[in-house]
């Protein structure tokens, strides 16, 4: 797959399905080491940022939704620590 095609499919995953351009990047990523058979990097299977969802789903061939993004879980933290901070 040429880099051109690469950038293309990317871009159009994440048109077509609402995902964030790092999302389907590491989707596509997943996907050609998948089909080349070739060892997944640790930080992807460990990863919690949306690259490291989006390679996972493309490696083990699964869906990848909207609600299994790292940073919206990530800002639902962030927001109710600052709520817990304002009570002390």
């Given at each position: 797959?040429?880099?051109?095609?690469?950038?293309e499919k990317s871009?159009?995953?994440a048109?077509?399905?609402?995902?964030?351009i790092i999302s389907a990047k590491?989707?596509?990523?997943?996907?050609?080491?998948?089909?080349?058979r070739k060892q997944p990097p640790l930080h992807a299977l460990v990863g919690i940022d949306d690259y490291s969802e989006g390679?996972?789903?493309g490696y083990?061939?699964?869906?990848l939704t909207a609600h299994e993004f790292a940073d919206s879980g990530l800002q639902e933290f962030a927001h109710s620590e600052l709520q817990d901070s304002d009570r002390a």
């Open positions: 797959m040429s880099v051109i095609a690469f950038k871009r159009v995953l048109e077509q399905n609402g995902w964030p590491g989707y596509v990523d997943g996907e050609v080491f998948r089909k080349r390679f996972r789903a083990f061939d699964r869906a």
